[in-house]
């Protein structure tokens, strides 16, 4: 039961370009998005979020656009870097209750330099 | 900055044995969740618990897992037959009303 698809499982991209990291969702239920960043061997570290009622959120490099009509969402990473590179989860709950999380596969980012 | 500690980092067991994984959350915050990542799978919540009682849990939840706050810092989860598909990351956080912190996890080897 795919709710939350990252289709692509590596994404290559050069230094000080952008990496645009993408997310599809089925249960329109979904109010409230996060994207994790996971180093190997550590645990994931929240990156940045968004709730239904924007359509985007900014930090930094860092930028989420959502889609409600399309079920879609995307992290927008600008400009990239190489410590960049790790694991990108988007993950997605209802009821504004990030506590119950339902994840995607995972993006593995790589950023050359 | 305040961090989620998890131990043991690595974890082998036998078939039917019992495994408790320990964790200390962020020491202000109310709410602890166990979550699983099977290799090459998606990372997968198991419980919630809030106020000395689960909140909610998923059906992977089953009666052979099991969680404890005994003591106001840790917070653990107990397997109480462990089965090979048990092997897995298993990672703990906590949070307040902000977002989750995760620890580095613990593997769990089940052979």
Same mark, same amino acid.
């Given at each position: 039961d795919q709710q939350v698809k990252q289709n692509s499982p590596s994404l290559s991209v050069q230094e000080g370009r952008i990496s645009i990291l993408n997310c599809d969702y089925?249960?329109?239920?979904? @109010?409230y998005f996060l994207w994790y960043k996971k180093y190997p061997a550590e645990g994931p570290t929240f990156l940045i979020s968004i709730s239904s009622i924007k359509d985007k959120n900014e930090d930094g490099r860092f930028t989420v656009f959502l889609n409600k009509s399309a079920k879609h969402l995307s992290l927008h990473i600008?400009?990239?870097?190489? =410590? @960049?590179?790790a694991v990108y989860f988007c993950a997605a709950s209802v @009821? =504004?209750?990030?506590?119950k999380l339902i994840w995607g596969l995972g993006t593995s980012l790589a950023v050359n330099p | 900055e305040p961090e989620v500690t998890q131990t043991p980092s690595h974890q082998v067991t036998q078939m039917g044995q019992e495994v408790i994984l320990r964790c200390v959350p &962020? +020491?202000?915050?109310?709410y602890f969740y166990w979550y699983r990542q099977i290799l090459g799978q998606k990372v997968e919540f198991l419980v919630s618990f809030y106020n000395n009682e689960i909140s909610e849990k998923s059906? &992977?939840?089953? %009666?052979?897992f099991s969680v404890e706050r005994? %003591?106001? +810092?840790n917070f653990t989860l107990k397997i109480r037959s462990t089965k090979l598909e048990d092997s897995a990351m298993y990672f703990c956080a906590s949070s307040g009303l902000g977002p989750l912190h995760f620890g580095n996890g613990t593997r769990l080897t089940v052979t």
């Open positions: 089925t249960n329109s239920m979904f @109010d600008v400009p990239s870097q190489p =410590g @960049d590179s @009821d =504004g209750n990030n506590r | &962020i +020491s202000n915050h109310l059906e &992977i939840f089953d %009666d052979q005994p %003591d106001g +810092s």
